[in-house]
């Protein structure tokens, strides 16, 4: 499947089709892999995954771009998002994305996260690193 000509990792998809993409009972685990509090998370579904990404890609309003898009991080990369080369996955409450990173068109995408003080920072350098540190289920 590909949302915006970006592929959607088959472990994710594997994970959707089988129940497992949904957040973990465990918030305190989740907590600990994003460094942040969890108010409402939601791991989307796969139309979830299409319509957030497809109106982030659309969004042209300038404030909410510069509150979404961030800033060059180098202390705590990435910092910002590169809007058209990303697929929002989830969120952890109000405000608080996270997505598939395709900036680095050579390798697989990592997962990155929009922090309380605006910026995106890496939680995970794979979806296959996420899961784990999850302890999502993906092997098909």
């Keep these: 499947m590909y949302v915006l000509r970006m592929p959607l990792p088959s472990m994710l998809l594997t994970a959707i089709a089988r129940g497992s993409w949904r ?17 409402d998370p939601r791991f989307y579904s796969k139309q979830e995954i299409l319509s957030e990404t497809e109106r982030w890609h659309a969004e042209n309003d300038p404030e909410i771009l510069a509150q979404y898009e961030g800033r060059i991080n180098t202390e705590d990369p990435p910092g910002d998002i590169v809007r058209h080369r990303s697929i929002i996955i989830g969120d952890l409450g109000p405000d608080l994305p996270f997505a598939l990173d395709y900036r680095r068109v050579d390798e697989e995408p990592s997962v990155i996260f929009l922090t309380v003080e ?21 092997v098909p």
């Design 118 to 138: 605006g910026n995106w920072r890496e939680v995970a350098p794979s979806i296959a690193a996420f899961m784990r540190a999850l302890k999502i289920d993906y």
């Design 23 to 39: 957040t973990p009972g465990d918030l305190g685990l989740l907590e600990r892999v994003f460094r942040c509090e969890a108010v």
